[in-house]
Each structure stands twice: as structure tokens, then as C-alpha cells.
């Protein structure tokens, strides 16, 4: 499906209780609601992002209506410590989506990307900003979905694009994806990540894999993956014992 056969349409993306705006062309659907003043839970789609981002800064490169981009800004009741786990949060209801619309192998890298076959599918940005007595969280989700010529040579990286997979509109990603978002919050309001932990970990790409994980200072950790701590870091059984990642990326991982 291209943009022309399959557009974006606020009205075609109900979530009860959400206000949905679809905009053709924006800088970075985080921005818009980074800047906005939120009463209520929004949720902005575009066509196409100039300035779409990434972790770390990274650009996230998306062609014209091939993809899924949109982010979710909501009022999150959690102490500002436990919002790094959000992305985690995310990631859990984006595979649990795609799973539903019936792209079975959707899986999950530490600490934001879903996969297929380690081919990078999508990937989240969280970003959060005090509002009031309240933390303010904007879910940013991009998705590729139809193929585009280069793109792979361009950000030097192995993707998968859903269409390769599943046939369907992109109005029902977003719809599904947001929903199952809205879902996941709401259970770790209630009960933290400790609510959704067992259930990343049942989607890990790389369970019980011989990992190398490159850390924010440039060091490399080895290691084989054990799954999520308590604060959500990445637990890895090294040969000194075990070792908690906080920030980091996964750059290698093979058969134990």
C-alpha cells in the first residue's frame, strides 16, 4: 500500500478518550506535543516527519507516507525514577499490536527496537517533561511499512517493512498500536514495570544470547542476556558476576 491508496485519517483512528489530529508534514510529531499544553490524552500521526528523531539523537528516516510515525502525549501517574522504563512499556504494546494484526515474529532488542528476524521493524522515543504536579510523557512510534529503494544502505542497517509481512492499512496500525499503548500504561500506573516485565521478557529477541553491548562511554560488556531488572536495565551474566545496563546498545548477539 503507498499514501495515495492508503491515507492517514483522524477519524479513521478512534481511541475513546483521545484526541486524534492527523497533519501531513510536521519537523517531529514528539516536538508538537512537547510544546502543546495537554489537558487530555493526544495523539498526533504525520505523513511525513523533517525532522524525525531517534535515541541518542539518531535520525529516524521515513519517505512520505511509507511508514507509521505518531506519537502519544499523556499524563503518567509513576515516580519521575521509574520513567526510563517507559520505552519498555511501549515496546511491550507495539509487539503485542503487531503480533495481533498478525505479524507473528514482532520482537523485541533492548531497550527500544522491535524486530523481525533482527531486522529493525520500529523503534520508540520517550521523552518526558514536568507539568504541573503531574510527569508528562510523550510516546513517539515509528514503524516502516512499505519498502523503500536505499534505505537500508542509507542508515547502514538491516529493516524490515510490515508490508513484506501483513497487508494492512496504516489507520489500523496506529489504532491498534495506541490502544495496546494506552493499555500498557494504565498497568504500569498501577503496578510499575513489574505489571509488563515477564511479558518483555517472553519477547526478547535475544534471550539467553551471547550478547556485546556497547555503553554510553564507548566500553563493550559481553556477556549472555538475562532478561530485565527491576529498574528495567538489561542484566547481563558476564564472567565476573552479574551486570546491570542502564544505557547502552546491543551491537552483536549470537547462540549462547
Wanted: positive net charge.
Amino acid at each position: 500500500m503507498d499514501s495515495a491508496s492508503d491515507p492517514l485519517s483522524a477519524a479513521a483512528i478512534v481511541l475513546p478518550g483521545v484526541e486524534v489530529r492527523v497533519v501531513e508534514r510536521c519537523g517531529s510529531t514528539n516536538d508538537l506535543l512537547l510544546r502543546a499544553s495537554i489537558e487530555r490524552p493526544i495523539l498526533v500521526a504525520a505523513e511525513e516527519q523533517t525532522a524525525g528523531r531517534g535515541r541518542r539523537g539518531r535520525r529516524w528516516h521515513s519517505a512520505p507516507g511509507a511508514g507509521v510515525t505518531f506519537s502519544l502525549g499523556r499524563r503518567i501517574r509513576r515516580p519521575v525514577r521509574e520513567l526510563a522504563a517507559l520505552s519498555l512499556v511501549a515496546g511491550v504494546a507495539a509487539t503485542r499490536a503487531l503480533r495481533g494484526l498478525g505479524l507473528h515474529k514482532a520482537s523485541l532488542k533492548w531497550p527500544n527496537d522491535v524486530v523481525v528476524d533482527g531486522a529493525k521493524l520500529g523503534g520508540i522515543l520517550v521523552e518526558t517533561r514536568s507539568q504541573a504536579a503531574h510527569a508528562y510523557a510523550v510516546i513517539g512510534v515509528g514503524i516502516n511499512c512499505r519498502r523503500t529503494p536505499g534505505l537500508e544502505t542509507k542508515v547502514r542497517r538491516r529493516l524490515a517493512f510490515l508490508n513484506d509481512f501483513v497487508a494492512v492499512p496504516r489507520n489500523l496500525v496506529i489504532q491498534k498500536t495506541a490502544a495496546a499503548l494506552l493499555e500498557a500504561l494504565e498497568l504500569f500506573e498501577a503496578r510499575g514495570l513489574d505489571a509488563l516485565r515477564a511479558e518483555w521478557e517472553a519477547m526478547d529477541a535475544h534471550a539467553g544470547q551471547r550478547l556485546r553491548v556497547r555503553l554510553a562511554g564507548g566500553r563493550v560488556v559481553s556477556g549472555v542476556a538475562a532478561g530485565l531488572g527491576a529498574d528495567g536495565s538489561l542484566q547481563i551474566q558476564t564472567r565476573q558476576g552479574m551486570r546491570a545496563v542502564t544505557s547502552g546498545r546491543v551491537v552483536s548477539a549470537r547462540a549462547a
